[in-house]
Each structure stands twice: as structure tokens, then as C-alpha cells.
């Protein structure tokens, strides 16, 4: 069992970063991966970025280049960098965690979940 809190969300001009935490806690922390995603009013929930307990990272298509997922298993937690935002990525934020047996970028795999934290963009 874990449980997620995300922060680190706000307001931020386009072109600008902010970085998101996932503080976790449970003692098998370090045996699950850790995702992110976000969704928009009106839209699904879109898969972002994940990271295994031994750091190999696979990112979506929209963030490439832009985003950097990590972790900190010592201090279990885990970070989304979010560099050159544009209005598009505005959402709410959520962190995940799963078991890492199977790779998945669905919603519907990921059994532990943070209550999500604002990104707004401006133009």
C-alpha cells in the first residue's frame, strides 16, 4: 500500500517551469513505479510520464523534450520538472503508483493515485 500527495502546482507564464512533488509514504515505496498525469475539463485523462524504481523513465509524446520525470526512493518522493510550458499543458496534475510488473500508460492500471494539484498556463 502507498499513499500519494502531489504540490508544487500554480500559475506560470508560457515559457516558464514549475516543479511538481509526490511525497509518498508506505514502506514498499521503492517497488512501485510512479506516473503522472492530467486532464482538462472536458477531456480524458492523459498519460504524461513514468519512472521504475530503477530509473528508466518513458514519456508521452506531448512532453518529450520538455518534461523530466524523477524519484527519491530515500526520501519517497517522487518530481515532475516542467520546463517550456505552453497553455496547452494547463490540467490538473496527478501522481500514480503501481505495482511494476506490466508497463501501462493507463488510468485503469494504476491502483494508488494522489488528489492532483493545479497547473494553470497563461499566454
Known amino acids: 500500500q502507498v499513499q500519494l500527495v502531489e504540490s508544487g502546482g500554480g500559475l506560470v507564464q508560457a515559457g516558464g517551469s514549475l516543479r511538481l512533488s509526490c511525497a509518498g509514504s508506505?514502506?514498499?515505496?521503492?517497488?512501485?513505479?510512479m506516473g503522472w498525469f492530467r486532464q482538462a475539463p472536458g477531456k480524458e485523462r492523459e498519460f504524461v510520464a513514468t519512472?521504475?524504481?530503477?530509473?528508466?523513465?518513458y514519456y508521452g509524446d506531448s512532453v518529450k523534450g520538455r518534461f523530466t520525470i524523477s524519484r527519491d526512493n530515500a526520501k519517497n518522493t517522487g518530481y515532475l520538472q516542467m520546463n517550456s510550458l505552453k497553455p496547452e499543458d494547463t490540467a490538473v496534475y496527478y501522481c500514480?503508483?503501481?505495482?511494476?510488473?506490466?508497463?501501462?500508460?493507463?488510468?485503469?492500471?494504476?491502483?494508488?493515485w494522489g488528489q492532483g494539484t493545479q497547473v494553470t498556463v497563461s499566454s
Open positions: 500514480a503508483a503501481r505495482l511494476a510488473v506490466v508497463f501501462s500508460t493507463t488510468p485503469n492500471m494504476y491502483p494508488y
Open positions: 508506505g514502506r514498499a515505496f521503492s517497488s512501485y513505479a
Open positions: 519512472i521504475w524504481s530503477g530509473g528508466s523513465t
